[in-house]
């Protein structure tokens, strides 16, 4: 595990200053597949439940995240594809499971190409969750 990153005692809700500043620049800059996947998010149909775009996650940044059901969904680009950025991405996936969190990965094709299908596969996963 990275040495930079916050120790396993430290909050899932903990947010980097720079993280902040960060999600609030990536709020206004949105690829065409995140865009699209907020507008079927934002009509998540379990009462009581919410996602939040581009949100801090420790020293992270969730492209879009529910902490009452403990999920986070990544959308990602042909550049997690890079040998460096993989190891990267697994190395945050970890740090962010060992919080209890489930992160859901999906490329920008799939959400382009079938955007209420991966809506359904997110629901999906935050009815489970939340049972």
């Known amino acids: 595990m990275r040495s930079d990153l916050p120790n396993e005692d430290s909050s899932a809700h903990f947010k980097s200053e720079r993280a902040v500043v960060i999600a609030r620049r990536l709020r206004q800059s949105m690829t065409k597949a995140e865009c699209a996947l907020w507008v079927e998010l934002r009509r ?14 420790g ?12 999920l986070i969904v990544e959308v990602d680009g042909g550049a ?10 697994l190395e945050r996936q970890q740090w ?3 919080r209890g969190y489930r992160v859901l990965r999906f490329g ?21 969750r939340l049972r």
């Open 44 to 57: 998540l149909p379990l009462k009581g439940t919410h996602f939040r775009r581009q949100s801090p996650f």
């Open 80 to 89: 997690h594809a890079a040998v460096g950025r993989a190891a990267r991405d």
């Open 108 to 128: 920008n094709a799939q959400v382009l190409t079938d955007v209420r299908a991966v809506a359904r596969s997110v629901f999906a996963e935050v009815d489970a």
């Open 59 to 70: 020293p992270f940044i969730a492209d879009f995240l529910c902490h009452k059901a403990k």
């Open 96 to 98: 962010i499971e060992s």
